[in-house]
């Protein structure tokens, strides 16, 4: 390093630059504080002695959801909380009394509030009562008043009304488990997302449990807003000369809106659909994914855990035994029964263990290992190949595939076809299925697969464990050409703006299932065939739309024990698509103990998609189980209809009056004209010079009822002068057959 | 013994002290409130720090400062490891990653590069004059030098930290005298760069952070409320304050980091103008005596390091108390030997020393 201690001169000057701006610096310094601590000082004294700013928060609304036609799912409602600060109460005995006497609420319940006001500060409000109604916002708010006279009937000092918003639903159990619900934030998890979530998340925030609510929370909560008030002592606004322009306001920002893909009629016509019984329905747009409908039953009512009754009703709902808070349709995981029997038979072909055309003889029955294992149909159907065997799900046909391929083979085409494995459907708690392979079993139970368990699991039967979801994702992938999807609940997200925030894209390129697509097409050729060809599921002919699908009944419990109760009937299945060439909508429904597949789910999914169907292409089936949705409807259009026809009618009346008027008119005028075109012969027979040719205004009939008159050009005018036969027959702008005439009057 | 003490700049010395006291006495009555909270815990330590400081600072007045000089490098690359660290193997405290936890002791890095940095360009500025003026060809070194503790600071999620190493690069670069079109050129380039960073470089809640900082309102409970509260307290001081102890806390209980942003408004609101009066006087007097020793330093790198080390403890003050008075927004900027923070008030009394020990050698050359 070189000593260049002779060099310091040039920077001698720049100091100058520091010095002047460490000096300006202090002396803004100094300037602002004498402003804030002298000028302004007795004011700020005053503040911080004898006032304090209250934040008031000005609640967000949160955003509404909707279904994916724009029907609202999910809103808001307003909702008045009778509130009391212990700060401003001035004498608790009275306001007590006064709230009781103006709305009824007993003291004892009063007293009860007040007596937890040790546990947070005394500006902070406590709730006395939720949810009041109007009128009694009213009564509170018109009988408060600031000043309190001896000899006033009520003292109401302290006593406040907040709104708030509450969660409101059109329909409150249409789609609760996919929904979910909106309550105050607990501990555990306002910690959590205060860590993750730095300046979003406060204590007494709303937030949302399970499904969208919860997994969309941050889109939907908006920010909520706050206004700064100064309150004295007393509780009277304080409104200091100048001090309002140092408060803030901040007003709150709504929610996101969230669009879903579920279609809420189709939500309305599963739970009508289901009664009263248990099971679930889910319908899949076999090309994207999309999930149409999930309806889990039995299900609540959310409008009820959004009001005040709330933990009343939660109790009773999570103690009932029937399982109201499963989603049965990612949580409830069943034997798959006969519709299982699509993946063997997909699986043997593709393993080249069976030709399509080579028949295998159904007598009734299977003896193997010692067992007789039976087939539902007690005369068996005969020498039967791949085609039928599915139309009629005949076991033997599968009982065989299933010991030539084994329990590993099988679940890799079932693995491959989306089953075993979860959706990756973007809700809490989805359950994986189970698809047994032989390892698996060694290191469940430490035994070895038996080769007799092949024959159960080839007809879904045994250890096989799949969720409405996983069928209808198997039954979508097998007929949309062989691509697979991912199931996904929300189509977009928009912002107050209105500008989307967020939109589910389609992928760029679609991967191909690992499967022959020409045996993902005779599996769908069979599935048409089950309905159309008279198979198990044909009583869904009776629909407009042409349907396929597979039918399933799923053992509960062992055919031998005897056991005929409700709990041990067996899980009816019916997994369909709809239509037969290019399938729009695919769907899974499972009724639990519902008996036989084709009787309990298969009316369930047919009115599914003959209702989509419906829907998308605007037609009306007549089906008994749609009917009735379409009457009004139809009655209007006749209504409609006949009104069209009146006023019709009354159209054509008025243009025959109209017609009639204008032909007068014009006789009118053809008098006034040729009076006119005499006149002018006779001028013209007197006239020695020819004049300029002044434009003569011309008559030109615009329409029948209005008649505009027009000035003609120069141009035009020396044509008028012409004589009738020199005058170039040229169309004018203004030509009309009518005009013709006109013309030559001049 | 003579010789140790000889040339001491005592004046410099005794404003140093006084401010240090006023600080641990400050500090005490910001701690003192918390009941249930903090405890004087952090008194203690600031106070263990503020001694470990002075020892730091009595040894580097010894070396000879040219060390520094040879030593930048090294010193510069260890202060880039320790951030690196820190964004590796560091603990997350308030939001950002700035923290290293050795055992009871944190340390937080971005302090020393701080330091570390004015060394380097000191250094860059001493060796390599110029005398009409510093074109841009000629800053793009120490620019990268910045750039760099300042990108992985960023990562680390201080904001305010990072801006500082810019302000002190430009205050530097702008003593050292940059060329019009130069500064022209950094300043359409800075703005540039931070609208660029702004909207592609940064993570969704610093983004978040840099919208509060603009826009203290949009935080709801956040720094618009404690804005208005530092306002009340500065202003309810008064003339001669409220006494020792005896300030209003009851606003300020409710008021975060009364112990390392606040201070300021703490120490406004028992001493009063004439409080804050004799505490600026007492900063202006560190920062014009530190000028001075830089300009009395026969040797360019001497004058460099002490008028570098003179801009860091201004920029800290005008960002802190900008952001404290209301006259810009609130960043996470401390106040220097008032604030608590052990990595600070040692980075600082480091760099003091290095002053005192420029002072010292006035004579040398």
Known sequence: MRLSHDNTGDMDRRYKYLIVMVIAFIVIVLARLYFLQVIKGEFYHFFSTENSIKQIKIPAARGMIFDRRGQVLVENRPSFTLTITPQYVVNPKMAFESIENLIGVPREE???????????????????????????????????????????????RGVDVEIRYRRSYPQGNVATHVLGYVREIDGDRLDKYRKDHPGRYFLGDNIGVRGIEEKWDLDLRGRDGYDQRIINAVGREVDYGGIADQLEYHDAEPGFSVFLTLDRDLQELARDMFGGRTGSAVALDPNTGAVLAM????????????????????????????????????????????????????AALAEGLVKPDENVRCGGGLHYGGRMYHCWAKGGHGPISYHRSLVHSCDVYYYTMGLRLGPDRLATYANKLGLGKRTGISLADERSGLIPTAAWKERRFGVPWQRGENLSIAVGQGYDLVTPLQNALMISQVVNGGYEIKPHLVEAIYNNEGDPVYRWVPSEDRKKIDIDPEILARAKAALAGVVQEGGTGGRLRAYEVKMGGKTGTAQVVSLESGCFKHECRDHAWFVGFAPLENPEIAAAVVVEHGGFGAAAAAPIVGAILQRYYDIKHNTRSKHPHLAHLYKDVIAEEAEEAKRVEEAKKAEEVKKAEEAKRAEEAEKKEQQAADKLNVEKEVKRASATTKPKPVPKPRVVPVAKRQLIVEQPTVQEAEIQEKKPAQRRRRKSKYHRPRARKLETEE | MQKIFENVNWHFFVVILALISIGLLNLYSAVYYWGEGGSLVLFWSQLVWMIIGLVLMFFVSFIDYRFFSRAATPIYVISIVLLVLSLVIGSEVRGTQGWLKLGFLSLQPAEFAKVAYIIVLARYFANNPSYDGYGFWELWRPLLLMLIPCGLIILQGDLGSSMFLVLIFATVAFFARVKRRTLIAFLVIGVAAVMAIYAFGLKDYQRERITTFMNPEADVRGSGYHLMQS????????????????????????????????????????????????????YAALLLMALDIARRSKERFGGFLAAGVAMMIFCQLVINLGGVLGLMPL?????????????SVVAVLASLGIVLNISKRRFMF
């Open chain 1, 295 to 346: 309806y889990s039953a039995p299900s609540y009512d959310l409008n009820i855990l959004a009001s005040p009754g709330a933990d009343e009703y939660w109790k009773q709902i999570a103690s009932d035994p029937r399982g109201y808070l499963i989603n049965r349709a990612i949580q409830g995981a069943y034997p798959p029964g006969s519709t299982y029997k699509i993946v063997t038979g997909i």
């Open chain 1, 110 to 156: 009063i007293e009860s509030v007040w007596a937890e006001r040790y546990k947070q500060p005394k500006y902070q409000p406590l709730v006395v009562r939720d949810d009041i109604t109007a009128e009694e916002v009213a009564t509170i708010k018109s009988r408060k008043n600031p000043w309190y006279h001896d000899g006033d009937e009520f003292d109401l």
């Open chain 2, 231 to 282: 306002k009340i307290a500065v202003g309810s001081g008064r003339v001669f304050g409220k006494g020792y102890l005896k300030g209003n806390i009851n606003k300020l209980r409710y008021l975060p980091e009364r112990h390392t942003d606040f201070v300021f408004p703490v120490f406004a609101e028992e001493w009063g103008f004439a409080g804050g009066f004799v505490l600026l006087t007492l």
């Open chain 2, 331 to 343: 960043t996470g900027v401390t106040l220097p030997l008032m604030s608590y923070g052990g990595s």
